[in-house]
Nanobody, 121 residues
Framework: QVQLVESGGGLVQAGGSLRLGCAAS????????MGWYRQAPGMQRELVAT???????NYADSVKGRFTISRDNAKNTVYLQMNSLKPEDTAVYYC???????????????WGQGTQVTVPS
């Protein structure tokens, strides 16, 4: 089994910054794509950013230029640096990863528990 544990969420004023982290643990052989998604109340979950093991990155248009995704492969950790935060960024942010587990040849997709980010108006 694989667990994704997030940190760094909280309340921040508009224009401020937060840095989210997500560490994968368990019997991990390798991790291909890691990413962040978010979901506001009553809304569909949406892509924020993803990063592959080779460093290929994509961002949602709404966060491009403000958010930066990165990863530390040695620590099985992905980060999301969020700058110039806006009230519309308020959501539960979920970590996601495609993980190949030791002794299992097939990769599987895992989700973190979610962490609340609140940016009041």
């Amino acid at each position: 089994q694989v667990q994704l544990v997030e940190s760094g969420g909280g309340l921040v004023q508009a224009g401020g910054s937060l840095r989210l982290g997500c560490a994968a643990s368990g019997s991990i052989r390798s991790i291909s794509t890691m990413g962040w998604y978010r979901q506001a109340p009553g809304m569909q979950r949406e892509l924020v950013a993803t990063i592959t093991s080779s460093g290929s990155i994509n961002y949602a248009d709404s966060v491009k230029g403000r958010f930066t995704i990165s990863r530390d492969n040695a620590k099985n950790t992905v980060y999301l640096q969020m700058n110039s935060l806006k009230p519309e960024d308020t959501a539960v942010y979920y970590c996601n990863a495609d993980v190949a587990v030791v002794n299992l040849g097939t990769p599987f997709n895992y989700w973190g528990q979610g962490t609340q980010v609140t940016v009041p108006s």
